[in-house]
């Protein structure tokens, strides 16, 4: 099969992660008798440069036009002083609307040989976790109506949480089929016991855990789910949230694993065509100097490889490789904590090796 890949290397670090998940990429290709054809779309700080702005014309329709998007990172302090709408993330939060990516997953596993690292309690990180946060991606508090005015307090600024129950109902249906593939059961965070759109979100997940009985579904308030979170990990499956609340909670989630440098994400939309990209950004600090650990944005390609193409043993064994690679002992600095460690380009080296 032939695969059209749209890839957004970025800035910073953004394009020697790229370059390694590519790497792996092919050595799947040529084990399993398939062909990536990559297109490069320029876009942040680097599109700035260029182009003067952070998404020129055309690129959001090569992402269109690909099977999947693979993006790095974008950013750095260089563009930092840029007005909003000139920024580089600019450019991720219109592809993401132009592309309709409404739902955003974040796995995070603990994983065992890692376990040290994790800042759990010593006995609730030996239970281990892996757990799956879809967030909503483009609804609630961060689209809603926001603004300023003069109350009799002086400036007063507002913003409002919106959720229709189609909105709900999609993100909904998108944790509770994922479940089906994983451990069937979902939870569902909201404040319903103060917020109104919080209880529509609650009625219309009850609704729809009516159509999948084979599939286990609690609500939990955001602030215990905060808690849980920390106390007790390993009850969750796929965690279904709102925008805002599945924002904190995927960073507190994530830092639970021990590293920024291991997490994928995919966000995805009503079609096949998702877009892929690690959970961290483009580290300026470490740019150029072959210290990034190129696992997250690799087992990003495995997301794509799974949710996007269907190739579900190629990307097992990629996560596979990734596993095995760790149990050796090998580790990136992000990752060695003053031990030992090797270049990002060893540790590619090393994953397509065991591919
Ligand atoms: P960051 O995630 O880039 O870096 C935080 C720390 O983690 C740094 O010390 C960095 O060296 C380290 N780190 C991150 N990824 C690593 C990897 N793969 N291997 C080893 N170490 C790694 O966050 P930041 O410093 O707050 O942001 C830097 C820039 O990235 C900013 O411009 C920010 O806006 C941007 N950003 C972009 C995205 C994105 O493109 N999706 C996401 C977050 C931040």
Not at 75 to 87: A, C, S, V
Not at 102 to 119: D, G, I, Q, T, V
Not at 269 to 284: D, F, L, N, V, W
């Amino acid at each position: 099969m032939k695969y059209q890949i749209a890839l957004i290397p970025g800035d910073g670090i953004g394009p020697e992660i790229i370059d390694s998940a590519c790497q792996v990429l092919n050595k799947v290709g040529a084990t399993y008798g398939h062909e990536f054809i990559y297109t490069t779309v320029k876009a942040g700080g680097c599109a700035i440069d260029e182009f003067g702005v952070p998404l020129p014309d055309g690129a959001l329709e090569q992402c269109l036009a690909s099977d999947s998007v693979l993006l790095g990172a974008v950013g750095g302090p260089k563009w930092d002083t840029l007005p909003g709408h000139l920024r580089p993330e600019r450019a991720l939060l219109n592809i993401r609307k132009g592309m309709g990516l409404f739902a955003n997953l974040r796995p995070a596993r603990l994983m065992p040989m890692l376990k040290e690292a994790s800042p759990l309690r010593r006995e609730t990180a030996e239970k281990g976790f892996d757990l799956l946060i879809v967030r909503e991606l483009t609804g609630g508090i961060y689209f809603g109506k926001s603004g300023r005015y003069q109350s009799e307090d002086g400036e007063t600024a507002f913003d409002t949480e919106t959720y229709s129950v189609k909105e709900i109902r999609r993100i909904g249906k998108v944790a509770f089929e994922t479940a089906r593939t994983r451990r069937g059961h979902v939870t569902s965070i909201d404040k319903a016991n103060v917020m109104e759109s919080s209880r529509l979100w609650r009625e219309t997940m009850h609704e729809l855990a009516k159509e999948y009985p084979d599939v286990q579904m609690k609500d939990m308030l955001v602030d215990n789910a905060a808690m849980q979170l920390v106390q007790n990990p390993s009850q969750f499956d796929v965690v279904v949230t709102s925008n805002i609340f599945g924002d904190i909670l995927s960073d507190e989630a994530s830092q639970l694993t021990g590293s920024i440098g291991l997490l994928p994400s995919a966000s995805l939309g009503e079609t096949k065509c998702g877009m892929y990209e690690p959970i961290h950004g483009s580290a300026p600090d470490i740019a150029g100097q072959d210290m990034a650990n190129p696992i997250a944005t690799v087992l990003s390609a495995a997301m794509m490889l799974r949710l996007s193409f269907g190739l579900t043993k190629e990307a097992d064994a990629v996560e596979k490789a990734v596993d095995e690679v760790l149990n050796q002992g090998l580790r990136t600095r992000d990752i060695a904590w003053g031990g030992p460690s090797v270049s990002g380009s060893a540790m590619t080296k090393a994953l397509v090796d065991r591919l």
